[in-house]
């Protein structure tokens, strides 16, 4: 009784619009799946301002349903009403959100990633409640596209031009023909962009995934690159291949054994070789990330999800996390025999880390 009487009504109500907010923001989430998986908002870019009927005949969905999402989605700002035309169309800027693949502000892999997590919510619910781990493979498709798909403008903007550049003594060698390894690969956008930028050079791209390496295989023949082989294979078994460069893009965190696996990593390199690893942005000290990182709580979310279950699948089982912020990282490197490593660069979702025997 008295704890009712001690509780605030107005930060109640603030918590409840909170909430009630993010509420409707998966909802719109969903809208936003339909949206792009219909080719809706394709449809809308290519139209401009456009009636009902023919935005539906040009993305050929039913009528009496676009209706509806249009509302919805114009309620949440995502698409925009003109309520003296009757028309409804995308901004440039809503375009560069939701339609625009090209775009690095395009939304939609990340919101793939989201309700690829909703669509096996029992597979979430069992891993939680009993704690066993939850192989990489035991997600919906949308996990794997997803992911490629969130991650992929980041390294199209900032690998070539920022990441290897920041990394002492690398990038020429690269240039001049070197020895590369992607280990964790998953659909292989980083070793295709390495192995189009470094024509001399040679990628082997590794992950235990096997649909994942066959939809990265995919993808190179398209492009028609002959430095680039994928292999299925575990990070722990990368042959001692002296690589110049050996490197993991956003999955390190994943891995059962990280610390065995970058101590056996740092076997195959050559005697100068780099261990680059690419991590999510994170600050260090768990109350300062959550207090001063606006993504952490999404990122403990896919942690809780996806990234603890998946190293809790292996051997070892550590269970590091997305978040574990520079210093614990550098930390791991250290006792997996690194003796020279540094935090190389930083943007907005990534830290990137260079250990050197
Ligand atoms: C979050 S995804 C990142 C994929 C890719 N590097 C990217 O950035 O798009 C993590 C990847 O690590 C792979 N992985 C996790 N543990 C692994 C291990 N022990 N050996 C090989 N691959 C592993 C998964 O199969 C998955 O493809």
């Given at each position: 009784m008295n704890e009712q009487m001690n509780v605030d009504h107005e930060k109640v109500m603030a918590l409840f619009g909170n909430v009630f907010n993010d509420v409707a923001g998966a909802v719109a989430i969903m809208m936003s799946y339909i949206g792009d998986q219909t080719g809706v908002y394709q449809a809308m870019d290519k139209l401009g301002p456009a009636k009902v009927p023919a935005i539906a005949k040009e993305a050929e969905v039913d009528e009496r349903y676009l209706k509806e999402w249009l509302a919805s989605n114009a309620a949440r700002g995502y698409v925009t009403f003109d309520s003296e035309a009757e028309e409804f169309s995308l901004s440039p800027e809503q375009a560069c959100v939701f339609a625009r693949e090209s775009e690095p502000t395009c939304i939609q892999g990340l919101i793939q990633g989201v309700v690829g997590q909703f669509a096996k919510e029992d597979v979430a619910l069992d891993v939680f409640k009993t704690g066993r781990g939850r192989p990489w493979g035991e997600h919906h498709d949308c996990c794997f596209c997803g992911t490629e798909r969130f991650f992929r403008p980041a390294y199209a903007g900032?690998?070539?031009?920022e990441w290897i550049p920041a990394l002492e003594g690398v990038e020429e060698k690269l240039q001049m023909g070197a020895k590369i390894a992607d280990i964790g690969c998953g659909l292989g956008t980083s070793s295709i962009l390495m192995a189009e930028q470094y024509p001399n050079s040679t990628i082997h791209a590794f992950d235990f995934h096997g649909p994942s390496i066959e939809e990265a295989k995919k993808r190179a023949e398209e492009k028609g690159l002959s430095n680039l082989e994928f292999y299925v294979s575990?990070?722990?078994?990368?042959?001692?291949?002296?690589?110049d460069l050996a490197c993991i893009f956003d999955a390190w965190h994943d891995m059962g054994d990280p610390v065995g696996i970058a101590s056996s990593i740092k076997d195959t390199l050559a005697k100068d070789g780099t261990f680059m690893v690419v991590e999510p942005m994170a600050l260090d000290g768990f109350a300062n990330n959550i207090a001063n990182n606006p993504a952490s709580g999404m990122m403990y979310g896919f942690g809780t999800l996806v990234c603890v279950p998946a190293s809790k699948a292996?051997?070892?089982?550590?269970?590091?996390?997305?978040?574990?912020?520079p210093n614990k990282l550098m930390e791991l490197l250290g006792e997996a025999g690194f003796g020279n490593v540094n935090l190389a660069a930083e943007t907005t979702n990534n830290l990137v880390l260079q250990a050197r025997a």
């Open positions: 900032h690998l070539l031009n575990d990070a722990a078994a990368i042959p001692k291949n002296e690589y292996q051997s070892v089982g550590l269970g590091l996390g997305p978040q574990a912020g």
